[in-house]
């Protein structure tokens, strides 16, 4: 499989709870994005790396959120002390870095409900 | 800043008739601009993309878009709708070069009508 894996694709956790999602990039792509996408709304920018490095996190992605790419490949969201308002599709896609002619390979998403 | 409008959150057209989903940006020098369509749970798939080449851009699936600097605008069109063409669909702008990050329009529904 070439494309853009997230696991799981469906979490359902209780308020409070902590939960941590995975995203398997394209293996060439050197960049790695998340999104959260509420019902009825257009994705909306969390934070991005290069290679292992955080290179800009949303004012989104409060305290609670944290994001890694320890080895440059994969990487993982989690978000601490669940609220409600987390529920949401959490979108990964992918990318190469260099130039502006290339869009994202967005991975299925993992859908968070919050109980 | 980057940013990008979809005017209507809805279009309902009837199958075998002409399809407009309208779009406007705003951006303060040239933009990268995309559609991507997002099935029922499907992930995103990009349509087309316009990176300062021809203003006429040509996707998958019969869809294409015009890109008009003087209205800031970047309208996706398909000539006949198919049942299949059912979908959420979002016009995004990438918010620089350097930066890489995308910002997605709220997005536009489309039902097509047998």
């Known amino acids: 499989d070439t494309g853009v894996s997230q696991d799981p694709r469906h979490k359902i956790t209780k308020r409070g709870q902590n939960v941590t999602f995975r995203c398997d990039p394209i293996?060439?792509?050197?960049?790695l994005y998340w999104y959260r996408q509420t019902l009825g709304q257009g994705p909306e920018f969390l934070t991005y790396f290069q290679n292992e490095a955080q290179l800009e996190k949303s004012r989104l992605l409060s305290d609670r959120f944290s994001a890694e790419r320890p080895k440059g490949s994969f990487s993982t969201l989690e978000i601490q002390r669940t609220e409600q308002g987390d529920s949401a599709m959490y979108l990964c896609a992918s990318s190469l870095a260099t130039g502006s002619n290339y869009g994202y390979t967005f991975g299925s998403g993992t859908r968070l409900t919050v109980v | 800043a980057q940013s990008v409008t979809q005017l209507d959150s809805h279009v309902s057209v009837s199958e075998g008739t002409p399809v407009l989903l309208r779009c406007n940006y705003s951006s303060s020098y040239s933009p990268s601009l995309f559609w991507y369509v997002q099935h029922p749970n499907k992930g995103l798939q990009l349509l087309l993309k316009y990176t300062s080449a021809a203003t006429l851009v040509k996707g998958i699936n019969g869809f294409e878009a015009e890109f008009k600097k003087s209205e800031t605008s970047f309208h996706l069109t398909k000539p006949s709708a198919h049942m299949s063409d059912a979908a959420e669909y979002f016009c995004v702008v990438r918010r620089g070069v350097l930066n890489n990050d995308m910002r997605f329009g709220a997005g536009t529904r489309l039902t097509v009508k047998p």
């Open positions: 293996s060439e792509h050197n960049r």
